[in-house]
């Protein structure tokens, strides 16, 4: 069987697991979390970097610096995870959903101008595939009414827009560490703060509205709760695990990369005949292979396409009901529709792709694929 994901081992993982708990301290903030929050600063550049328990709990920690309160209305893309959205419905926001593109499953810009009013609180983006939204369009629109903008960037590891990472445009990002990413930790995650007004909350709020952060660098001397918060700071063990992987990405991200560009050389003249659509990188775009998918004609299509990989032991996976019409959503009373994005729901796949899988197994896997369109 060739799965969809595989967790794996690169290197020093275990080695620096044992080192964790050779400090003596493996709870949040020990010497491998510090060493990844310097390792995304100095590498993207990201003014602050937090890891956290998850991109869920980034995202939840996003909604409470921004003081998302209820009422306030959230513009966010329907294509998405829920993760995106129910961290702000916690604050009790309202969700103003926009549809994808209608070649790709980013947010429309159209649709978010379409859709922003005096109630906008914020706009979150999710960089689909770890390919970048049209961030110029949607900066304009944010930038001229203040609204800031949240980047999901949980696919997003290591790509850039214009030459900027993904998770540095907007006023914060979410990343995730998730064994399905490209770089994992199990379950793990990471807000960027690319604003310095919003360090020091960022720090209070992870550290369950305490000013402990600040307590452990002796700026105070002595710590209490002073805000609202959560526990959002990971185990030391996942940032070594994390760190183990960080020192890594250029080969994980390069194997990925191949992996992608092997399934787009067996597709690139064989599928366009059966009206079968892949990702297409934009011009201002860079691609981080965080995943490879193709879009069928029609759900029926895929469906089959699913039970054939399966019949020869492939594990292909679609994703994402769109969130308007998920059963969440209609209790609200969402009835719009949206085409675009429902039309990835029904009809794109995903195919496997994870740092271990052979070039051998993407042939395979290819030439099934190919093999269903032709029959
Ligand atoms: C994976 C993912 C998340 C959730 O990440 P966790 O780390 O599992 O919380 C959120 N948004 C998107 C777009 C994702 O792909």
Redesign the pocket.
Known sequence: MIPFNKPFLHGKELVYIAQAVATGKISGDGLFTEKCHSYFESKFGFKKALLT???????EMAAILLNIKQGDEVIAPSY?????VNAFILRGAKIIFADSCKDNPNIDPDEIERLVNHKTKAIVV???AGIACDMDRINQIAASRNIPIIE????AIDSFHNGRPLGSLGLLG?????E??NIIAG???MLAINDEKLFQRAEIIREKGTNRSAFFRGEVDKYGWVDVGSSFLPSDITAAYLFAQLENIENIQLRRRTIWNRYLSHFSSKLIEFGVRMAEIPAFATNNAHMFYLVTNTLEERTGLISYLKKHEINAVFHYQSLHQSVFAKKTGDVRKLENCERFSDCLVRLPLYYDLTDEQVDIVANRVIEYFNK
């Open positions: 328990t998850s991109c869920t709990d980034a995202l998405t995870f829920v993760s995106t999710v960089h689909y999901d960037a949980a696919q979410a990343f995730s560490f998730h399905t990413k379950e793990g995650g």
